[in-house]
């Protein structure tokens, strides 16, 4: 018995030291993080604590940060392995961190701990909100941006707190106001390409009518302020006597406008006469203006019927053979004209095809022995030019036309 036992010993203490010589041999080939002596976490090499890595490393509890070869609690921020770049809270990969974080290359958006290639939209941290393309800051973007709160304006890659104006996204133009998208704001703004009407902070392509700024009273045409405008506007404070698109509060007199008659004081207009009978013997004799005399919008409309337009040339004494060749009425003038264009209107060919001038008139009338009519022809150039007809004593066409 006493044998047996012995010989038990000694095979205990020859495993005992086999299994030593193995645990050693074993450690001499690991890496990665273990205890140390010292009862800290460190990163070791072939067995050895290896301090000169700094970057991460995983053990049974997840993914750490190290620093000179020991997990670094303090750490907060960015770092990367083959697998791509994460972010670290305290030492620890944080899989909840959604937001910006940054390194040496700039900028970055993560989300769930993971740098997210794919974002792209606004971010924030304590300096302010930021822009990011494909997951990097991106310093060059300037335009509308949006998050939880609502639309923002961006200034390279800033929200600009500071802007009030016209944006532009996919969807349409919008009203700015300190940086924000104003959904109250109903009025006038603009742009490098004019001035536009705004209702709610949106832009209102089909608006026709007045609005105003700090500089005055305007009329807008499809959401477009129309400088073309000659005419009679209307709001809740009545009706308003309009020369180049803005009411004219110097202009007292007569004007028409689309069949009606109004008496204008300082700009201010009355409705005197009403009638659907064009009547062009209505004019205000003060005013070299056409459109404070003469009703376009017989002519500025598709509706126009061509009897109407042969019955208008009738009444005020011509004859429409008289038209039917305009080359004939160009060689009787007694003056030349310096430069003319010729083309057809696409809306009015039966009436321009008398004329032969071309583009929108911007500012012309002819006055036959003393009675007007407007003949919206297009011109590019300016002329004055005396006819004298058979049937026709005198007929003065003038003309002052702007390019367009």
Known sequence: MKRLSKILLAAAV?????????????????????????????????????????????????????????????????????????????GALDWNYT??????????????????????????????????????????????????????????????????????NQYDWWYFTNGWLDWGYTGMACNENGWFYYRNGHIVWDYTGMACNEYGWWYFTDGYLDMYFNGIG????????????????????????????????NGAATLIFHSENYDSSIRDTASTDYAEKYDLS??????????????RLQKIGLNLSELTNPSVAKNAAESAIDSVFWKRSKHFSFIFRTINYILHCADPFIQIQGSPVIMPFPTIFKFNIQFSRRLVSSLRIRCSCQSL
């Open 234 to 265: 209307e709001n809740e404070y009545g009706y308003w006597y309009y020369r180049n698109g803005r009411i004219d509060f110097g202009y007292s007199g007569k004007a028409n406008y689309q069949k009606k008659t109004y008496q204008v004081t």
């Open 14 to 90: 020859v495993l005992v030291m086999t299994m030593g010589l193995s645990a050693k041999a074993d450690a001499a080939e690991w890496s990665g993080l273990a205890v140390g002596d010292d009862g800290q976490w460190h990163y070791y090499t072939d067995g050895s604590v290896d301090w000169g890595y700094t970057g991460m490393a995983w053990n049974e509890y997840g993914w750490w940060y190290v620093t000179n070869g020991s997990i670094d609690f303090s750490y907060t921020g960015m770092a990367s392995n083959e697998n791509g770049w994460f972010y670290f809270s305290n």
């Open 298 to 311: 017989a002519f500025n409309t598709a509706m126009v019927s061509q009897t109407q337009v042969y019955s």
């Open 99 to 168: 937001g910006m974080a940054s390194n040496e290359n700039g900028w970055f958006y993560f989300s769930n701990g993971v740098l997210d290639w794919g974002y792209n939209g606004m971010a924030a941290n304590e300096n302010g909100w930021f822009y990011f393309t494909n997951g990097a800051l991106n310093w060059g973007y300037t335009g509308m941006a949006s998050n939880d709160y609502g639309w923002w304006y961006i200034t390279n890659g800033v929200l600009d707190w500071n802007y009030t104006g016209m944006a532009v």
